[in-house]
């Protein structure tokens, strides 16, 4: 069952947050993951959610988001993705 992450992202420092990006792709890589969409410009149609950037991710299941969420190597970039991003992140499961 593939799980989605989905991440309501609003960068702060684009040039400092680029070296988020640059490190951790090849991590969500290694995971088996794929970034299925980043849109800064998301279409609201109900409600007052608007992210400034919609970011969703695909893992191969929830085991596999919580295992890159947790893994050393992920660390420290969750520093580096707080210093120059705020985020809210969900995750969701397929049946």
């Not at 309501?8 to 993951?33: H, S």
């Not at 299925?36 to 992210?51: F, Q, R, S, Y």
């Amino acid at each position: 069952m593939a799980a989605y992450v989905v991440i309501d992202l609003n960068v702060a420092d684009p040039a400092g947050f680029q070296q988020y990006v640059d490190g951790v792709t090849p991590l969500i890589e290694k995971a088996g993951a794929r970034n299925v969409l980043t849109d800064g410009d998301a279409l609201v149609l109900e409600g007052d959610w608007a992210p400034p950037t919609l970011v969703i991710h695909e893992f191969p299941d929830r085991a596999a988001v919580q295992e890159f969420w947790d893994s050393p190597e992920y660390q420290p970039f969750k520093e580096l993705r707080r210093r120059y991003s705020t985020v809210k992140v969900v995750v969701g499961e397929t049946a």
